[in-house]
């Protein structure tokens, strides 16, 4: 069965640091870009974090650039948030995201939508 | 960075209905678009990717159309079970922006 499964979430302090891990299991994981995806309380959905399958391409939402580092080890089937400097505003539950890519004959990637999405793993920032 | 709008930001509809939700990205976007639905508590599902490929076991009644800029969404005869909010992405290039949603509920 194909599955994404976050962990690491919790209530923390502003300014404070967290490290979100998703386990990808039922499919091979250098097959795919992956990605983070949040959603605040009775907000709608906002796009995180994406990374290639081999690393090679990165990108970040302006609201987290700089504070937020996306990761993957493929070997560990595994995909990582590193969150820093955390503020109230990003209170979230965090979905893990898998998007289907292909290559044209220059090797640039386009992306798919996102297929499989986690459970999500629920992040308070607060004092 | 590519800004994605949506409109309506709601629509309140009956069983039965043709709806239409419309897309629009701040620059082009080629056919670089998807469509989710999400329920209240679930995950999204992925209905339509490069803006009309209709995913595996999605309904027929749901479709999409549209490039460069300007998307629709239809639902051609609404089903209880697809009140929802729907939102499109664009994945054309990062940052992977979502639109705001639209949300259809029972008139």
């Known amino acids: 069965e194909v599955q994404l499964v976050e962990s690491g979430g919790g209530l923390v302090q502003p300014g404070t640091s967290l490290r979100l891990s998703c386990a990808a299991s039922?499919?091979?994981?250098?097959?795919?870009?992956m990605h983070w995806v949040r959603q605040a309380p009775g907000k709608g959905l906002e796009w995180v974090s994406g990374?290639?399958?081999?690393?090679?391409?990165?990108g970040y939402a302006d609201s987290v650039k700089g504070r937020f580092t996306i990761s993957r080890d493929n070997a560990k089937n595994s995909l990582y948030l590193q969150m820093d400097s955390l503020r109230a505003e990003d209170t979230a539950l965090y979905f893990c995201?898998?998007?289907?890519?292909?290559?044209?004959?220059?090797?640039?990637?386009?992306?798919?939508?996102?297929?499989?999405w986690g459970q999500g793993t629920t992040v308070t920032v607060s004092s | 960075d590519i800004q994605m709008t949506q409109s309506p930001s709601s629509v309140s509809a009956s069983v039965g209905d043709r709806v239409t939700i419309t897309c629009r990205a701040s620059?082009?976007?080629?056919?670089?678009l998807a469509w989710y639905q999400q329920k209240p508590g679930k995950a999204p599902k992925l209905l339509i990717d490069?803006?009309?490929s209709l995913q595996s076991g999605v309904p027929s009644r749901f479709s999409g159309s549209g490039s460069g800029t300007d998307f629709t969404l239809t639902i051609s005869r609404l089903q209880p079970e697809d009140f929802a909010t729907y939102y499109c992405?664009?994945?054309?290039?990062?940052?992977?922006?979502f639109g705001p949603g639209t949300k259809v509920d029972i008139k």
């Open positions: 995201a898998r998007i289907p890519y292909s290559n044209d004959d220059n090797n640039y990637s386009y992306y798919y939508g996102v297929d499989v």
């Open positions: 039922g499919f091979t994981l250098t097959d795919y870009a």
């Open positions: 990374i290639s399958w081999n690393s090679d391409d990165i």
């Open positions: 620059q082009g976007i080629s056919s670089w």
């Open positions: 490069t803006a009309s």
């Open positions: 992405q664009q994945t054309y290039s990062f940052p992977f922006t």
